[in-house]
């Protein structure tokens, strides 16, 4: 690890008066407007719209150090917005844009948020009776139309005001951002970062990474998690690099080939997905096969990532839960490396990589430069760096439990650290359970083996005080059309009970499964089963199938809930 001493840090907002002073005419945002019409922003334009936006909320009586919440799904008004609320001298509060009425009041109420920006949703219905009264709204002009029809909308703004005359400059030790963590259990937890933190990490990404100026990224993980706030926004101001945004699930498959990104960020569920539709089109077998041909080999290799807009891609990156080596085996066979990286909303995800050359499966890499790791007596991964938090916002006694007065930060993942000084995640304090045979079992890994089954979304392993673990699983809506029919069905229980063969040949024998419980119903963040970064709620889920589980686990091989 090698450490500096952060000269020359400057903010956010001195990084985009950088862009825009070196080359303020080059396109920074691509947006994609709806039936193949996209708008590209130059430096310059973000610039500006961020001043103007900034200059309303003053006019509306923002004061500095107010707090702002921003909810909507990627797009580049949600980063224009978030900068035009630091230039008012705000605090954002973004919040995940499928977050349910409930717990859009609990933040927006904990956190005092004045004003809410609402911009590109699914489902505004949903949310917003959660807004409290007297929060000003505002409208992104991808918004929902009833959100255009009653609220001021930025094109109108940005149309109608001057921009800000003096921006405000922060100092580093100003709060910049509340992050409020989706929380497997219980109310989210405000996670506050100043902006010491945004621009030490964001400073430091571009060595670590070795980003250019020409790179191209798609942004489509919720911008409102730290993790692709800090791997696009924050690294687009220090880098200038471009921003392809896509524009729905629909038509994700054309908005990554459209960006055809050199720098590609993903989780596994993502990674899995591209596997899984790969194996459908070309089972890994025969992938093998032609592999092996000379001349076939190039071509295969640049068709296979071709299909997936992967092909120009030079930085691969998979972070927010443990990759099945499986798919990384895989992706490895077609040039893709595929590098796991590790941190949380906690440090900005600012704690470890793999470089280049040196993946070893399984392990998230080395220290980030500034980082510091060491494993604690109950064998509890602890890191101490300037990118993690200043503490949760009003939970002083939930601060002082996670951050020690030396500023080391208790992540609540179990690991292990070899001699090269690679972390291993080995599962989560709270998430490891005991069988009645009084053997402790990490569900993650097994979880990561089971899903790398085409048909599979997710899957959830439990046996707390069982004599094994079994596992509950979610199929893909594809898979579910599928097995409309009887046929399909018994065909894909033949699959699976295959499947539990296999993934038992790679687990110690006090880990193996003795059942696959298929569920009818899908665990969605509207019926509180999982997170809105997709992570399972387990005593959500535990508690659901609670009585199931006891009749379900008495057979063994594949069980279908009625």
Known sequence: MTTDNNAGVITPLQ??????????????????????????YTWKVVEEEARKIAAYLHQQGMQKGDHVALVSKNCAEWIITDLAIWMAGGVSVPLYPTLVAETVRLIMEHSESKFLFVGKLDDWDMMKDGVPEGVKQIALS??????????????????????????????MSDLATIVYTSGTTGMPKGVMHDFEGLSIVGGKMIKVYDLRPDERMISYLPLSHVAERVAVEIAVLYVGSK?????????????????????????????????????????????NTLLKIPFLNKVIKKKVLGAMGLDE?????????????????????????????????????????????????GWVGTPNDGVECRIAENGEIMVRSLGNMKGYYKMPEKT??????????????????????????????????????????????????????PGLE???????????PVALLNLTPEEQEKLSSGTEKEHFSQTLEKHLKHVNTLLDPH??????IVCKDAWTVENNMITPTLKLKRNVIEEHYAEGIKQWSKTKGVVWEA
């Open 511 to 516: 880990e193996r499964l003795t059942t696959l």
């Open 142 to 171: 991808l918004a929902p139309e009833d959100a255009l029809q009653s609220f001021p909308v930025v094109t109108d703004i940005i149309r109608d005001t001057a921009p800000i005359a003096e921006v405000n400059q922060p100092a």
């Open 243 to 287: 921003i392809f945004f896509a524009e729905s699930l629909e038509t994700f498959g054309e908005d990554i080939k459209r960006a055809q990104p050199t720098v590609f960020f993903a989780v596994p569920r993502i990674w899995s997905k591209f596997y899984q539709k790969a194996s459908e089109a070309v089972p890994p077998k025969k992938l």
């Open 458 to 468: 997710l899957a959830c392993v439990i046996g707390e005080g069982m004599g094994q």
């Open 313 to 361: 891609c030079r930085i691969a990156l998979s972070g927010a839960a443990a990759l099945s080596p499986e798919i990384i085996t895989w992706f490895k066979k077609l040039g893709l490396e595929i590098l796991e990286v590790y941190g949380m909303t906690e440090n900005l995800a600012w704690s470890h990589t793999t470089e280049v050359g040196d993946q070893k499966i």
């Open 400 to 453: 002082a439990e996670d951050l020690t007065d030396d500023g080391w930060l208790h992540t609540g993942d179990k690991g292990e650290i070899d001699a090269s000084g690679r972390l291993k995640i080995t599962g989560r304090v709270k998430e490891i359970f005991k069988t009645e045979k009084g053997k402790y079992v990490a569900p993650v890994p097994i979880e990561n083996h089971i899903v790398t089954l």
């Open 15 to 40: 990084a985009l008066q950088q862009r825009v002073e070196q080359h303020g005419d080059a396109v920074a945002f691509v947006q994609p407007l709806g039936g193949g019409k996209i708008r590209e």
